[in-house]
């Protein structure tokens, strides 16, 4: 299995509040994802990162905000979460292809 | 129209049965594409990468079909094990080594 970890992985807070989420990796790999996965909505791409401080918008970016100043670790930001922000987050990772590994995801709830 | 479309499932079918799952997508220019398994409550997993001229491993078969824009995935000998959902997933658009992602078909493999 790919080295990826994601912190933390269960979290409940409340409305209005900041998130952070933290991905890291040991595969020195330069691309890194985060997604959202809702029922009905499949994996959505939220933010990506094509090297240290590089990062573009996904599908649906709005509301989270990222940053990347070591290859091994992405993170992912929830500024004032709202309840629409309850999903389970995926982190993934790749290099020269398209070929994706995932991490064991992060369950957040927003209450 | 969706981007990458499957059908939900559930397929619930008896142990040593074959089932084959079909998946259409929309990206004539996609050049990459897979199959992923993700089990409940875990992150996805690649399953295979699917070539033009067809991919076995093992009982798993993968076909891809430009003309139609449709990709299969065939599982002989169906174990218990293979009860999962099964995620078509197809080179996105914009860079990035973005993937698109279906929403999956949920297999059931029944004694």
């Known amino acids: 299995d790919a080295g990826i970890t994601q912190s933390p992985r269960h979290k409940v807070t409340e409305t209005g509040t900041p998130v952070t989420l933290r991905c890291h990796q040991t595969?020195?790999?330069?691309?890194m994802y985060w997604y959202r996965q809702d029922p009905g909505h499949g994996l959505r791409l939220i933010h990506y990162?094509?090297?240290?401080?590089?990062?573009d918008k996904g599908e649906v970016s709005d509301g989270y905000s990222v940053s990347r100043s070591k290859t091994e670790d992405f993170l992912l930001t929830l500024e004032s979460a709202t309840s629409s922000q309850t999903s389970v987050y995926f982190c993934?990772?790749?290099?020269?292809?398209?070929?994706?590994?995932f991490g064991p995801g992060t369950r957040l709830t927003v209450t | 129209r969706k981007e990458v479309e499957q059908d939900p499932g559930p397929f619930n079918v008896p142990e040593g049965a074959t089932v084959a799952f079909n998946c259409t997508y929309s990206?004539?220019?996609?050049?990459?594409f897979f199959w992923y398994r993700q089990d409940c409550r875990k992150e996805p997993k690649l399953l295979m990468s699917?070539?033009?001229s067809g991919n076995e491993d093992g009982r798993f078969t993968a076909q891809l079909n430009r003309a139609s824009q449709y990709i299969s995935l065939l599982i002989r000998d169906s174990k218990l094990s293979d009860s999962a959902t099964y995620l078509c997933?197809?080179?996105?658009?914009?860079?990035?080594?973005?993937?698109?992602f279906g929403t999956g078909t949920q297999l059931k493999v029944e004694l």
């Open positions: 993934a990772i790749s290099e020269n292809s398209y070929e994706q590994y």
């Open positions: 595969e020195n790999h330069r691309y």
């Open positions: 990162s094509y090297g240290v401080k590089d990062t």
């Open positions: 990206n004539s220019a996609s050049q990459s």
């Open positions: 699917v070539y033009s």
């Open positions: 997933v197809v080179e996105g658009t914009g860079g990035g080594n973005k993937l698109t």
